[in-house]
T-cell receptor, first 114, second 115 residues
Framework: AAGVIQSPRHLIKEKRETATLKCYPIPRHDTVYWYQQGPGQDPQFLISFYEKMQSDKGSIPDRFSAQQFSDYHSELNMSSLELGDSALYFC?????????????FGEGSWLTVV | AQSVTQLDSHVSVSEGTPVLLRCNYSSSYSPSLFWYVQHPNKGLQLLLKYTSAATLVKGINGFEAEFKKSETSFHLTKPSAHMSDAAEYFCVVSKMSGGSYIPTFGRGTSLIVHP
């Protein structure tokens, strides 16, 4: 079965640079989530989209932005990168926003800021 | 508000012995609860979920969890640990936020399995 696809899997950037992460949700899933997992931390919710519209915002810095496109793929844009942005970034998708729906996670994108 | 508390940051067991990973939740109504596993440098894999059907939920790889409303718990168990079970385990609750439910993670429990 198709899974959530994230790219790139690994990314190294310097401070103050910009990075873009991409996410391709499972086909026919209408909700996409982005999470950030710092070293030794639990995943923290950043932002979500429902039917290509921003749905909820979590602890996403102002330097970050995200959008979902007409083909349902989503991109997380991170600017003015800081060392503390080094983390594993997960994208997840779900058939709907309802409570009981399972969230399926991608393998994650490792961002290292040097 | 809904949240989860994983009571142990680390659990160490010997191979072949039972596993118990504890999770308590707080919720104003019957929540949806999940357990995910994360192996080193890997993504998050769903083990099982509870959505107000049977209180005993069976998942993959021999894991199961029991929803106990009176104790507000959703502990994860496995009768016999295997070396390949060594990983980080997250208890997750769907938390209402705005117009949708956002999966909210516990701090995680690291399962260590000794030969």
């Amino acid at each position: 079965a198709a899974g959530v696809i994230q790219s790139p899997r690994h990314l190294i950037k310097e401070k103050r640079e910009t990075a873009t992460l991409k996410c391709y949700p499972i086909p026919r899933h209408d909700t996409v989530y982005w999470y950030q997992q710092g070293p030794g931390q639990d995943p923290q919710f950043l932002i979500s989209f429902y039917e290509k519209m921003q749905s909820d915002k979590g602890s996403i810095p102002d330097r970050f932005s995200a959008q979902q496109f007409s083909d349902y793929h989503s991109e997380l844009n991170m600017s003015s990168l800081e060392l503390g942005d080094s983390a594993l970034y997960f994208c997840a998708s779900s058939p709907t926003r309802a409570s009981g729906n399972t969230i399926y996670f991608g393998e994650g994108s490792w961002l290292t800021v040097v | 508000a809904q949240s989860v508390t994983q009571l142990d940051s680390h659990v160490s067991v010997s191979e072949g012995t039972p596993v118990l990973l504890r999770c308590n939740y707080s919720s104003s109504y019957s929540p949806s609860l999940f357990w995910y596993v994360q192996h080193p440098n890997k993504g998050l894999q769903l083990l099982l979920k509870y959505t107000s059907a049977a209180t005993l939920v069976k998942g993959i790889n021999g894991f199961e969890a029991e929803f106990k409303k009176s104790e507000t718990s959703f502990h994860l168990t496995k009768p016999s640990a295997h070396m390949s079970d060594a990983a980080e385990y997250f208890c997750v609750v769907s938390k209402m936020s705005g117009g949708s439910y956002i999966p909210t993670f516990g701090r995680g429990t690291s399962l260590i399995v000794h030969p």
